[in-house]
């Protein structure tokens, strides 16, 4: 098999076809399609099968050539001869129509289908990709309106561009049985198009009664559909049931205007808590006097697939990290209209939440519990890849102590995601997104944990300096932080989080810090901005009140003279320091002891002692940098227990941020398992 594929500019120059290269000249402006005939007449002497995708008449930024026009398939028909076996054309679109590009992506529409097809999207169900399976698949996945797909040629049998696939779900249909579910989804249509049109058409009815009404209709609709492609997933082929398709859209569509005093299926809506790229927040009052927020996409937006996956995907994330205590609890997806119910947090975001700038503690303290909290999501596999003050809810207790809720995960990406993510949004503030999303944002890098650094730092700038980093110039970014720092915060302090930010926004993802690293600098700054407040030394019986006040913070630790015990910030693990002994030379000897909570979302601690000993071998190579004074064994109880033994700890503050660095060094190495 031979396959001939060309993406660029289709031109006629004078009265022949030309595939025209982007550097192309006007005395040599590319290959002739009468040379490309050539090409495959020869080469189907010598193969089976010889396959040309012209990927081109992408006429918006071609040469304005005089005697010119853009390449069509009808040129295609008459220059090259369909003769032999098989000699086949797949062109992008028909001759009056140009192929356009993907407004949600780098490629164009006829790309993406391209790719989508080859990849897994045109399997047969013996788990193959065949030439006609992948042109039925891109002609039936291109938008309505937009450019139809040509194919020409000769096929000698089945043409198998790739095997080895898992095979296409469900059966093969009969048309009687293609007919009966058509028929029944008529029925259904028809019906709930009767009742929105009883129950919307007044405006008072719609909001006391009728929304909620035709809601709940519609969600057993759209569950029957869903069901019946699942199990039928070759109707899906059928044109009619695509129209149907897009008239659950329009319905969906309706249902997505919401106001306030509407009653739906969860109950009244009270208020308009914001909206962004993705859609609109509502406070809903339930029928028992408690609150949530339902968020609701966008209604005019159901036809851009990438961004419904990616509110799905963002829904998805946040329900995979519930349970921590410092991200949105999300409950119920709902079809009808698209949207899912979340936690409402009593709080503003962070951009309108009052921050005592002047007071170092507190500040340092917030940006520890938010990046503790996406360093949590990345040990889950989710990258935010969204953070922004918009993106973090902020409330706080009588003592104003604040505490972060980080929330849209609509842009996130997991580990385990099969397709690539482009750049479709980087973020409703662009300061925050690293220089990678905005590029490159289809490389691994724009996938990566630093991606969520960068923005970390950009927030950090935020929170310290109250206005919006610039997103280009770092220099001025770095002279104003110096600026603010200098006049607030300890001089040891500002050191470290200058360099912090500088390191952190480094325009090359590599020379950024890790997570753990950006922690324990942030944890570092703390420490000095507390000694500058008091004395350094620490007696006995404070040393384990100093640790838990260091590492978990104020309220969040139980402490006696020899013994503090706490919680990591996930709650997935449960940390417990107790003083053994102080030998003649002031040096104390702590015992630190680790055990998984039932909070952790490893299964293979269940499943015996393979996890155990990976993780037992992960944290004795992160505690070589402690060898001197660090020993570690395993403990006997639940599902994953350790100790840590810390000798020659000094009784300061130097002793106590020891202490607290193993702590998180050993923690993160249980919960990023």
């Known amino acids: 098999m031979l396959i001939f594929y060309f993406a660029g500019h289709g031109q006629v120059l004078g009265n022949s076809g030309h595939l025209v290269t982007v550097d192309g000249k ?9 040379q490309l005939g050539q090409l495959m007449e020869e080469a189907s002497l010598r193969y089976d099968h010889v396959i040309a995708i012209l990927d081109c008449c992408h006429s918006g930024s071609a040469f304005n050539w005089v005697n010119s026009r853009p390449l069509s398939p009808r040129d295609v028909e008459r220059e090259v001869a369909t003769v032999n076996e098989s000699r086949c054309i797949l062109a992008a679109c028909r001759p ?17 289908r391209l790719l989508d097809g080859l990849i897994d999207k045109a399997v ?88 909620r009404v035709c809601a709940s209709q519609l969600e057993g609709v759209i569950t029957w559909f869903k069901e019946t492609e699942t199990e039928l997933q070759d109707i899906q082929r ?66 851009q697939d990438l961004k419904v996956r990616r509110f799905d995907n963002g829904y998805r994330n946040m ?35 009052f921050i005592r700038r002047e007071d170092a503690e507190h500040v340092i303290r917030l940006l520890i519990d938010v990046t503790d909290t996406v360093r949590t999501a990345h040990g889950s596999g989710v990258k935010h890849r969204d953070i922004k003050p918009e993106n973090i809810i902020v409330t706080s207790d009588d003592e104003s102590h604040l505490k972060p809720w980080l929330t849209d995960f609509d842009l996130a990406y997991h580990e385990t995601n099969r397709t690539l993510t482009t750049n479709l949004g980087v973020g409703g503030v662009i300061n925050y997104a690293a220089p990678e999303q905005l590029h490159s944002p289809n490389t691994a890098a724009a996938r990566a944990e630093a991606v969520d650094i960068f923005s970390l730092a950009q927030l950090l700038f935020f929170v310290i300096v109250g206005r919006d980093p610039s997103g280009d110039n770092f220099a001025d970014n770095l002279t104003r932080l110096r600026n603010t720092l200098n006049s607030w915060v300890e001089d040891r302090a500002a050191v470290v989080l200058l360099g912090v930010y500088e390191s952190c926004t480094s325009r090359t993802p590599s020379e950024r ?68 002994d102080v030998g003649q030379k002031g040096k104390a000897i702590i015992e630190i002891e680790f055990n998984v909570t039932e909070r952790i979302t490893v299964p293979a601690f269940k499943s015996g002692g393979t996890a155990r000993t990976a993780i037992n071998a992960k944290l004795d190579k992160a505690l070589r940098r402690w060898r001197d004074v660090v020993t570690r064994h395993d403990g006997k109880k639940g599902q994953y227990q350790v100790f840590v033994h810390v000798k020659d700890v000094s009784l300061d503050l130097a002793g106590v941020t020891l202490l607290r660095d193993i702590t998180q060094t050993v923690v993160a190495g249980i919960e990023q398992w």
């Open 26 to 34: 006007f005395y040599d402006p590319g290959i002739s399609l009468a």
């Open 124 to 211: 047969d169900f013996d788990g193959r990709v065949t030439l006609l399976n992948l042109f039925e698949y891109i002609t039936r996945t291109m938008p309505e309106g937009l450019q139809t797909p040509v194919f020409k040629g000769d096929v000698a049998g089945t043409v198998v561009l790739g095997e080895g696939f898992e095979p296409r779900k469900g059966r093969p249909l009969e048309t009687r049985e293609i007919n009966t579910n058509i028929a029944k989804a008529q029925k259904l249509i028809d019906e709930y198009q009767n009742l929105q049109q009883r129950e919307l058409s007044d405006p008072a009815h719609r909001l006391s009664e009728g929304a």
């Open 238 to 303: 059928d044109a009619i049931w695509r129209q149907f398709g897009e008239r659950l859209k329009g319905f969906r569509s309706a249902l997505s205007e919401i106001a306030v005093g509407q009653e739906t299926q969860f109950g009244r809506v009270v208020s308009h808590i914001g909206h962004g790229g993705y859609g609109h927040v509502w406070e809903i009052e339930t029928p028992e006097g408690g609150r949530l927020a339902y968020k609701v996409f966008h209604g005019n937006e159901l036809d």
């Open 513 to 580: 810090l890790s997570m753990l690293e950006l922690i324990e600098k942030l944890s570092q700054a703390e420490a000095f901005i507390l000694q500058a407040s008091g004395d350094d030394s620490v007696s006995e019986s404070q040393l384990c009140r100093k640790v838990g006040h260091l590492y978990a913070g104020l309220g969040r630790y139980d402490a006696t003279d020899d013994r503090v015990s706490m919680q990591s910030l996930s709650g997935q693990v449960s940390v417990i320091h107790r003083l053994k």
């Open 319 to 353: 329900k995979k990290l519930e349970g921590h205590p410092n991200i949105v609890r999300v409950f119920e997806m709902t079809a009808a209209p698209l949207g899912f119910l979340m936690d409402a947090i009593p709080g503003s975001d962070l951009r309108h939440a």
């Open 96 to 112: 009056e129509q140009y192929s356009y590009p993907n407004n949600a992506s780098t490629n164009g529409v006829f790309t993406d």
